[in-house]
């Protein structure tokens, strides 16, 4: 397996097993079939409401501590003025609690939304007592991210964004490099849409190397150094996105698929007022 080094220089998978729309009745059987195939780095939140199916799969594996890169995510806290540093961390410990665990490798600010600039004095705390090994963020635009850097002590390691080849976030990335943020891609295989697991030039490209269209997406996103953490409840299917460490894409290949993007999201936007409001609504323990 291929790591990224963090500007803390801890080491992360650059391929990892995600859990989001998994049911909770089905992620332990998930999460385990995927630790079987050879995963060591796992991605959930509080918000997806299976982190102790996720703890329960880890303890059933038997699994070393040390070697997992276990992640989870902040939901956007609603504590009075003054009280959502403590808010954050109570929350941390819930989600540690529901995992098992005694420390998180990576702990992120899911929403870009509410009071993050208290939310992350507490991460900071938590980085700091070792609790959080790095901490960071999901869904910052390039203005929040930069916002947040310039006014904090600890930068960012990670920045999980939507990223897929109908939306490469390429400047976003660059950005990133530049203050030393990592990118991760949520969505990697944007769940389908505009037809993905059928596109002509992706099926071109992954016949020729023997490959399929979802072992193409994820090899030219781990060449682009992008994270990345595919789903899927079928073992055969998790094998086979973890099997895309054998075969290089080349120059050529990686410009052709640039050709792909749209530049916009396929989901939504995190500065639209309707989905800004609808996720401020949302509540969770």
């Known amino acids: 397996m291929e790591n990224v080094t963090l500007n803390n220089g801890v080491q992360m998978p650059i391929l ?3 859990v989001y729309q ?4 089905d992620t332990q059987a998930a999460v385990e079939a995927a630790l079987a195939a050879g995963y060591r780095h796992l991605d959930t939140a509080a918000a997806y409401g299976n982190e102790e199916a996720v703890g329960a799969a880890i303890k059933a594996s038997g699994i070393a501590r040390q070697d997992l890169f276990v992640t989870t995510k902040l939901w956007i ?17 819930n989600s540690l609690q529901r995992l098992g665990l005694d420390y ?20 900071q705390k938590l980085n700091m007592q070792g609790l959080a090994r790095a901490i960071g963020v999901s869904n910052f635009h390039p203005d ?6 310039d006014h904090n002590e600890i930068v960012p390691a990670v920045n999980q964004i939507e990223t897929h080849p109908f939306h490469q976030r390429a400047t976003d990335q660059a950005l990133m490099i530049e203050r ?27 016949e020729s190397h023997g490959k399929s269209v979802a072992q193409v997406v994820l090899r030219w996103l781990t060449q682009r150094d992008v994270v990345v953490i595919p789903k899927s409840v079928r073992p055969e299917r998790m094998a086979q996105n973890f099997d895309v460490f054998d075969f ?36 969770n323990n």
């Open 77 to 93: 806290q609603h504590a009075p003025a003054g009280s959502v540093e403590e808010d954050t961390k109570r929350s941390f410990d």
């Open 180 to 206: 030393g943020v990592q990118i991760e891609s949520w969505g990697p295989f944007a769940e389908g849409k505009n037809d993905l697991f059928t596109n002509p030039l992706l099926a071109a490209i992954g």
């Open 22 to 25: 998994i049911p909770d009745v």
């Open 144 to 149: 929040r991210l930069i916002d947040l850097i």
């Open 104 to 123: 998180l490798d990576l702990y992120l600010i899911h929403q870009p939304l509410g009071d993050y600039y208290s939310e992350w004095r507490a991460m």
């Open 16 to 18: 990892g097993f995600g």
């Open 248 to 283: 290089t894409l080349t120059e050529d290949q990686m410009n052709q698929i640039s050709t792909l993007d749209t530049g916009a999201s396929l989901f939504f936007d995190h500065r639209d007022p309707a989905m800004v409001s609808w996720l401020g609504g949302r509540r």
